[in-house]
């Protein structure tokens, strides 16, 4: 019988699309990054969905964030993301967290069963916080490393961050992975591309660079859960 998933039941099987709608994945950060993990994995079948962002969608983020429309401004990102997603797969549980997240709130994050985190956000110390808890409980992660001020989609990849290059942000993960003693790999999206210099604080952002990173996470957590790396 045709199915919204059918032509991805067809790619994968039929055992492996009941075996996704059994796993729970949870995204820090609705935002460039984020927003497209989310979807991707609700058009993946993807059985629940734990979504955490505290903030707003803003008319700067329409140039490159899913949820971000004229009629979406102001709106929590988690309650956008939420509709939409149930909008795609309404069988999908959606449990949304519009909290900001620092290391005394982690525990909110892990109140239901996690099989999978995405870390999408852009607090440095979060992103630190969160892989030591998902080391903790040996619970897999991606990190998203910097997609600001950069071009080329085709210079992303998903690697250890050991191996990262002309990643600012990777820069500082890698010092404190090497800091922390984590012997493990650590797997993050980043990009080989050289940032672009602005003069400006706020970094510069495309359509394409944090969208190919969130399919690209998207397409990894699929895959490894399929153990098809």
Do not use: W
């Not at 505290?54 to 140039?63: L, Q």
């Not at 909008?87 to 959606?94: A, G, K, L, Q, T």
């Not at 982690?106 to 080391?135: G, M, P, R, W």
């Not at 210099?197 to 969130?214: D, E, L, M, N, Y």
């Amino acid at each position: 019988m045709l199915h919204r998933f059918s032509r991805f039941e067809t790619l994968i099987g039929d055992d492996n699309l009941l075996f996704l709608k059994n796993k729970s994945v949870l995204i820090l950060g609705c935002g460039g990054v984020g927003s497209f993990v989310c979807e991707a994995l609700a058009r993946s079948g993807i059985g629940t969905l734990i979504i955490v962002d505290y903030d707003r969608v803003d008319i700067t983020n329409i140039n490159r964030q899913l949820i971000a429309l004229d009629s979406t401004i102001g709106q929590f990102k988690v309650d956008v993301m939420k509709k939409r997603i149930h909008d795609i797969s309404p069988e999908c549980r959606v449990i949304s967290i519009c909290e900001f997240i620092d290391s005394e709130h982690l525990h909110l994050l892990f109140q239901k069963n996690v099989d999978y985190v995405v870390d999408a956000c852009d607090t440095v110390s979060t992103k630190k916080a969160i892989l030591l808890e998902c080391i903790k409980r040996n619970i897999p992660i991606i990190s998203s490393m910097g997609t600001g001020n950069k071009l080329d989609p085709s210079k992303l990849e998903i690697i250890d961050i050991r191996k990262t290059i002309n990643d600012p942000l990777a820069r500082i993960m890698r010092k404190f992975v090497k800091d922390e003693k984590i012997s493990q790999k650590v797997m993050v999206l980043s990009s080989r591309e050289l940032p672009i210099k602005i003069h400006q604080r706020t970094p510069g952002s495309s359509a394409f660079v944090p969208s190919s990173a969130g399919l690209l996470i998207a397409s990894y957590i699929v895959r490894d859960f399929l153990n098809l790396l």
